[in-house]
């Protein structure tokens, strides 16, 4: 079970296994149990998912936690997961000395250029907001089939376990979610653009039916990536595959 000594106001439900702590979230938002900033977090997942309808490979020792966060709409709701992803950012830098870890769009976090982190931001119901997060604590999924190259944060030495990632990330994460409830997503953004990968370089993003170059240029307020592609303009990418060939 994963164990983690929680700051206020975050509470924490441990569970040996779930099918997805995602959908243990969402259950939990309907009973009498739901509660803003309630965590459930599971040693495995059976039935881990991630973005696009991908599977997460979600083994014993990794991090697999879901946050039920109140919102007063879903309008701005995507704004959270740069929130979430700077936090991490932050967070891992401070557990994990050496690699330099970076947001890539939209909610990933990388280490030295490799995934080690994904979010899933799932609403339910009209209040509130399931931000789930996968941490690659001591074992990456095999390099078969994967679109980017992957890591653990076993590779960079750490050996501290999934409940302290678990708390870091809650106190790094809390006075970004406290700062976009007062004052929106201005900070957000300017805290996710600094530790992002890729901004202002070449970037090819793959889409479901093509595939669109131009230069990384910025986040929009909903969170779409801001493509500068010349003289035809500026792309507003909502989702898609992010590649930087000259990243680093
Ligand atoms: C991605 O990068 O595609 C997103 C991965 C999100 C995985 C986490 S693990 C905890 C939560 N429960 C799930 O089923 N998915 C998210």
């Not at 997805?20 to 599971?42: G, I, K, P």
């Not at 704004?79 to 870890?101: D, I, K």
Request: proline share 6%; with cysteine; hydrophobic share 45%.
């Amino acid at each position: 079970m994963i164990t983690a000594n929680l700051p206020a106001p975050f509470t924490l439900i441990s569970l040996d296994d779930a099918g997805s702590t995602n959908d243990e979230a969402r259950r939990l938002s309907q009973s009498e149990a739901a509660a803003d900033l309630l965590v459930v977090a599971a040693t495995t997942q059976s039935a881990g998912r991630g973005r696009r309808g991908r599977a997460w490979v979600s083994p014993a020792g990794n991090l697999h936690a879901s946050w039920l966060i109140r919102v007063e709409s879903l309008h701005h709701a995507a704004q959270l997961g740069f929130a979430a992803a700077a936090g991490l950012v932050s967070a891992l830098a401070e557990l994990v000395p050496g690699p330099q870890f970076q947001a890539k769009w939209p909610n990933d976090v990388l280490a030295d250029g490799r995934k080690c982190c994904g979010m899933l931001l799932e609403s339910a119901g009209p209040r509130w907001l399931v931000l789930g997060i996968g941490v690659n604590v001591v074992a990456a999924p095999p390099p078969e089939g994967l679109n980017h190259p992957a890591c653990c944060l076993a590779d960079h030495g750490y050996d501290g376990g999934a409940g302290a990632v678990l708390e870091a990330f809650c106190r790094h994460f809390h006075p970004l979610l406290t700062g976009w409830r007062h004052t929106g997503f201005a900070p957000i953004r300017a805290a996710w653009l600094g530790c992002a990968r890729g901004l202002g370089q070449p970037t090819v993003v793959r889409l479901e039916h093509d595939t669109q170059t131009g230069t990384f240029a910025g986040l929009d307020d909903e969170g779409a990536l801001l493509l500068d592609q010349g003289a035809s303009g500026i792309r507003r990418i909502l989702a898609g595959d992010v590649f930087f060939p000259d990243a680093r």
